[in-house]
C-alpha cells in the first residue's frame, strides 16, 4: 500500500500491522512514524533528524 502524509500514515498504522499488510509512505516526516511498525517504510527524511522540505 502506497500513502502519502504522516498523518495517513498514523490513522492506518494499527491496521496495516494488524494484517501485516506493507505500508510505504512517501511524505510522511513525523518522527513518530519510527514506532508506528515493522511494516511501516517511507521514502521521507524523519524532521527530528534535519529533514528537509525538497519540493
Known amino acids: 500500500m502506497l500513502v502519502g502524509c504522516s498523518g495517513e500514515v498514523l ?4 491496521l496495516v500491522e494488524s494484517r501485516k499488510i506493507p505500508v510505504v509512505a ?3 516526516g513525523s ?4 514506532n508506528a511498525g515493522q511494516y511501516i517504510y517511507r ?8 529533514g528537509f522540505d525538497v519540493s
Open 11 to 14: 490513522q492506518i498504522a494499527s
Open 26 to 28: 512517501i511524505r510522511a
Open 31 to 34: 518522527p513518530d512514524i519510527r
Open 43 to 50: 521514502t521521507y527524511p524523519d524532521l527530528t533528524f534535519g
